[in-house]
């Protein structure tokens, strides 16, 4: 769904240039300032489907199911599988939280950004041009972020709890992301190099049965969003 909507000003504004195009303006530069208001519809009607559109899951592995309206994913099975919500993003700045769900004392997930073509069962869960917070029941609940194949030393001892929330936050700098990872009073920071050609999604990766993760808030800037 929210695919179709972002798409749709870019459609009205194709007709608009196109009917525009086949007009006779004679008055100088009526034809560019006619362009510039079209953008500027267009970028507003972006910012308005951001702001009204609730936070939902744009695509999942087979073996994740939704729930809560289509905010969330539940693994009915053990297996990798990933959930990428939300607009493509290649610039300006974003943010989503995340909430986690498991039951019992048992969970393994990942949660950051990820490439926007990841195959949404892919077997390699570290690698890639990925920033993410590794999440693991080992070691009294540790944490650990893994950006562009690279880990970071494990924190432990985090006590994590069905319900606890993962902040991501993206800023995007010449051909770089800035990515903010925030949970549990803690705060992890890593640039990831080389952002891919497909642009990024916020998203979520799990491996055990009966465990999911549910989207609870997003803001994204209109220039976050992909052309």
């Not at 199911?65 to 959930?83: I, K, M, P």
């Not at 493509?88 to 986690?100: C, D, E, K, V």
Request: glycine share 14%; charged share 20%.
């Amino acid at each position: 769904m929210a695919c179709a909507l972002l798409a749709l000003p870019d459609e009205l504004l194709a007709t608009v240039l196109a009917a525009l195009a086949r007009s006779r303006l004679e008055e100088p530069g009526a034809l560019f300032r006619a362009a510039r208001t079209c953008r500027r519809i267009h970028q507003a009607a972006l910012a308005w489907i951001c702001h009204v559109e609730p936070s939902i899951v744009g695509a999942r592995g087979p073996s994740l199911e939704l729930v809560g309206g289509g905010s969330g994913v539940r693994q009915t099975r053990h297996g990798n599988a990933f959930a990428l919500a939300g607009p493509i993003l290649r610039s300006g700045s974003a943010s989503a939280t995340f909430r986690l769900d498991f039951e019992g004392g048992l969970y393994l997930f990942q949660i950051g950004v990820f490439p926007a073509d990841l195959r949404l069962d892919s077997g390699d869960i570290l690698g890639g041009k990925r920033c993410a917070l590794y999440v693991v029941s080992s070691s009294r609940g540790c944490a650990a972020v893994h950006c562009d194949g690279v880990g970071s030393d494990l924190t432990t001892g985090l006590g994590w709890r069905p319900g606890d929330t993962i902040k991501v936050d993206v800023t995007f700098e010449g051909g770089a992301a800035r990515v903010t990872l925030s949970a549990k009073g803690k705060t992890w920071s890593k640039t990831l190099q080389g952002v891919p050609a497909c642009g990024l999604r916020f998203g979520a990766g799990m491996f055990l049965k009966n465990t999911g993760a549910t989207i609870v808030r997003t803001s994204v800037d209109t220039a976050a969003l992909a052309d």
